[in-house]
């Protein structure tokens, strides 16, 4: 999961990066805090998780799900021709991230709600 939102938080580096440069494929402007945001919340997430803390794995789901709306597949109907050409490894990559993000965080949450606390057997 760590490197998962790793590579999240790299493609929204990178989306940022050609937002403020206006290379093509590039964001709208408007989007640039959504983005700005979810990297952020990328960098908490994996300072969390680096250190075992399970909100950590919350935000990663988080995370997870906002890459979903910029860097997914619902941007292959959304985005006009021939920007979709272009994206296809930011949204394939993204969409791989962000569902292995999503689903191993969701997993490592239920892992640790049932595990028995240290000391209580």
Known sequence: ???????????????????????????????????????ALAVFALSLIQGGVRAGFAAAVLVGLMCLRSLGPLNFVTEPDPKPVLLVPVLVLGTGFALTAILLGVASLFRRASAPEPGKA
Request: net charge negative; glycine share 10%; aromatic share 8%.
């Open 1 to 39: 999961m760590f490197a998962a939102v790793a590579g999240l938080l790299a493609l929204n580096v990178v989306m940022l990066g050609s937002l403020f440069s206006q290379v093509e494929p590039c964001p709208p402007p408007a989007v640039g805090p959504y983005i700005g945001a979810t990297a």
